[in-house]
């Protein structure tokens, strides 16, 4: 059936059909039907009917002979696309071409021509195909418009000035904030120079060799703030703050710059005043990236800097007026009494600093962790606070990095699997408790005691083998710098673990300081292999092919390595299966990464969620060129299935019939 693709999308499109011929009317309601369910076919024998059922019912398209008694398919083109002024797909269906015929509906606005002939199912599926395409670009048409109605409602009320610039720096668009806060109307803006007509002259050159000149020429990144002065229609000087960035067209060549830039005169002409404290300020909390707060206890009133409102994601003049009720209203409720317990002593005497630590409301709903720190610097006669300054220090990651510590080492401690690391000299630094129970079990240490283990070397504890075995192991790690995994069957008992190693690195330096090494017993997961190899004989007969793969470590889309490939892949890729089995994805087809489909398949296994790759062409010096039409599943113990089929001759044909669409063009 044709058109899957379309069908995924779901939705019915209404046809209307009009030719005096009824055959050829019976004749397509049931091929268009049988091409693609989706097209609901209305037909009519007369242009004056069809313009009726028009008055009554909206159509997705509409498809005409031309030849036909009384008035034929143009003059019925030309009254919908001039009378009626309506843009619906039409496409002349006629069995007597001639392109006189097919240049003049050109003209009028004809979305196709074709011709009739050939086989039904062959005229039917060309026409099905074509009435499927018209309506999906007037989809995407209307789409289009709507969002660009969408961009320019919010040009109009954002609050920020937004202009746009061409290479010749005249203004092609400006919104009504920037016109309102420039005084002019729009059509007094657009097409004249944006530095001679609205920046002072005194700036101008700097402004161009420092931020227009190297964006334009791509020398400096998009997104960098610059601040300067614009001339309003009366005179006056506004300070703009300004974000830019280049219009590129569809070559990606920059054809223009778009500013959008906030009006923040009053802000400098405050800072302007506040300068000189700033500076001394800025001296003491420069090494300690602290916002500054100043609160008078008796009133209320409350002086911070920009520093404390970025804490919380504002600007600063966003949450004027402030006073101590700003800084209430966004801590977190449950802190606020051991807040006033700790302002208290400090009143009291009974501490040298107020010395709190707690959580404040960011802009974007967050909270964020903030110390605290203040201290009475002013008290009246009779002994009370009157003025009391402090600082504000983000210590978010480190509340974050603390509480991540935590639910790890309890995870890692009440873990099934066993869990241990080892520094460089082999020397164990830590071991969970399932680790201990093991080596207990194994009778290699004498009591639970974790002394028995940790800080002896692994070669006092293990057999030479072992140690052996683990020196190899680590080395890979430390010369890839990666982890490795590994999995073996116990030979006392039938069991199977697998381990993976992983190198612990200095936050700083990037060092390898050792190894975690975490041992999973994977017995059951090879138990569901070897009833999986049971089934192989089934897979290798059915005629699509079939790959398994596992994610060894889920957050590492290099760690797929195939566990099962079907016979018939063989036959697609020129490859035999003993070769790729047990390999990773990428040393088998390492093509596929730059195409994603490693990374698609690592998310299928960790969403448990089936994914339609489409259609994939690949090829390599081993693998023969081909198409195959690929679909992604998720299957238990982290593993994905993918199934693919070979449509490499669909495609073939696919491409002949666009050269013949192109070579009709050509001749017509």
């Given at each position: 059936m044709a058109f899957d693709s379309y069908v995924l999308g779901g939705g019915q499109m209404k046809v209307l059909l009009v030719d005096d011929e009824t055959s050829i009317l019976d004749q397509g309601k049931i091929f268009l039907k049988k091409e693609d369910d989706r097209l609901d076919v209305e037909t009519t024998s007369s242009v004056e009917k069809a313009l009726e059922m028009l008055n009554n019912s909206k159509y997705d398209v509409i498809v005409s002979d031309y030849q036909m008694p009384e008035t034929d398919g143009l003059e019925f083109l030309e009254t919908v696309r001039e009378e009626r002024n309506s843009d619906v797909p039409f496409i002349i269906f006629t069995g007597k071409g001639r392109e006189e015929v097919a240049m003049e509906a050109l003209n009028l606005g004809v979305d196709r021509y074709l011709e009739k002939g050939g086989s039904l199912k062959s005229q039917y599926g060309v026409l099905a195909d074509a009435i499927v395409q018209e309506v999906e670009r007037g989809k995407a048409e209307r789409r289009l418009k709507k969002a660009k109605d969408r961009a320019q409602k919010y040009l109009n009320i954002a609050d920020v000035i937004i202009v746009a610039q061409d290479r010749n720096q005249e203004v092609i668009e400006i919104n009504e904030r920037g016109c309102e806060i420039l005084g002019y109307d729009k059509d007094e803006i657009i097409g004249k120079n944006w530095y001679e007509n609205f920046m002072p002259e005194r700036v101008r050159k700097d402004v161009l060799k420092g931020a227009t000149k190297p964006l334009m020429n791509g020398r400096v990144e998009e997104g960098k703030r610059?601040?300067?002065?614009?001339?309003?229609?009366?005179?006056?000087?506004?300070i703009i703050s300004w974000k830019n960035s280049v219009i590129r067209d569809d070559d990606g060549e920059t054809i223009g710059i778009l500013s959008s830039g906030r009006d923040i005169t009053e802000r400098k002409k405050a800072e302007e005043k506040l300068k000189e404290s700033e500076e001394r300020l800025d001296l003491a909390l420069e090494g300690t990236k602290a916002g500054l707060w100043d609160w008078n206890v008796q009133t209320g009133e409350t002086v911070f800097d920009e520093r404390w409102a970025e804490i919380v994601g504002y600007e600063l003049e966003e949450l004027e007026p402030v006073s101590i009720e700003t800084w209430k209203e966004l801590a977190h409720p449950e802190d606020l009494e051991r807040s006033d317990e700790l302002l208290e002593k400090h009143f009291d005497g009974e501490t040298d600093f107020y010395e709190f630590e707690g959580r404040m409301k960011h802009k974007d709903g967050q909270w964020v962790w903030v110390?605290?720190?203040?201290?009475?610097?002013?008290?009246?006669?009779?002994?009370?606070p009157v003025r009391m300054t402090g600082t504000h220090v983000d210590i978010t990651e480190r509340k974050r990095r603390e509480e991540?510590?935590?639910?790890?080492?309890?995870?890692?401690?009440?873990?099934?699997?066993?869990?241990?690391?080892?520094?460089?000299?082999?020397?164990?630094?830590?071991?969970?408790?399932?680790?201990?129970?093991?080596?207990?079990?194994?009778?290699?240490?004498?009591?639970?005691?974790?002394?028995?283990?940790?800080?002896?070397?692994?070669?006092?504890?293990?057999?030479?083998?072992?140690?052996?075995?683990?020196?190899?192991?680590?080395?890979?790690?430390?010369?890839?710098?990666?982890?490795?995994t590994e999995e073996y069957e116990f030979n006392t008992v039938d069991r199977w673990s697998s381990r993976t190693y992983s190198p612990v690195k200095d936050r700083e330096s990037g060092e390898i300081e050792?190894?975690?090494?975490?041992?999973?017993?994977?017995?059951?997961?090879?138990?569901?292999?070897?009833?999986?190899?049971?089934y192989a004989d089934v897979f290798d007969n059915v005629p699509v092919g079939l790959h398994?793969?596992?994610?060894?470590?889920?957050?590492?889309?290099?760690?797929?390595?195939?566990?099962?490939?079907?016979?018939?892949?063989?036959?697609?890729?020129?490859?035999?299966?003993e070769e790729v089995v047990s390999k990773t994805l990428d040393e088998s087809f390492p093509g596929l990464r730059e195409m994603g489909i490693p990374q698609a398949y690592a998310e299928v296994a960790r969403t448990g969620k089936a994914k339609e790759l489409g259609d994939v062409h690949y090829g390599d010096?081993?693998?023969?060129?081909?198409?195959?039409?690929?679909?992604?599943?998720?299957?238990?113990?982290?593993?994905?299935?993918?199934?693919?089929?070979?449509?490499?001759?669909?495609?073939?044909?696919?491409?002949?019939?666009?050269?013949a669409r192109d070579d009709y063009r050509v001749r017509r």
């Open positions: 610059y601040e300067n002065p614009i001339v309003t229609k009366d005179g006056e000087e506004r110390q605290d720190r203040g201290k009475v610097v002013e008290w009246d006669d009779e002994g009370n991540n510590l935590k639910r790890y080492k309890k995870a890692v401690q009440s873990s099934d699997n066993s869990i241990y690391m080892i520094d460089k000299d082999y020397r164990y630094v830590f071991a969970n408790d399932e680790h201990i129970s093991r080596l207990l079990d194994d009778g290699k240490i004498p009591s639970r005691n974790k002394d028995e283990v940790v800080g002896r070397k692994y070669a006092e504890i293990h057999l030479d083998e072992e140690t052996d075995a683990l020196k190899d192991n680590v080395g890979r790690v430390l010369e890839k710098g990666k982890p490795v050792g190894i975690i090494i975490v041992s999973e017993d994977i017995t059951e997961r090879k138990e569901r292999e070897r009833e999986l190899q049971t398994i793969y596992r994610l060894e470590r889920p957050d590492d889309d290099s760690s797929l390595r195939m566990i099962y490939a079907n016979k018939i892949t063989e036959t697609y890729t020129s490859i035999p299966v010096e081993k693998v023969p060129d081909r198409w195959f039409n690929v679909r992604a599943f998720p299957l238990p113990d982290n593993c994905v299935g993918a199934s693919f089929t070979d449509i490499t001759e669909r495609k073939k044909a696919e491409e002949e019939l666009e050269e």
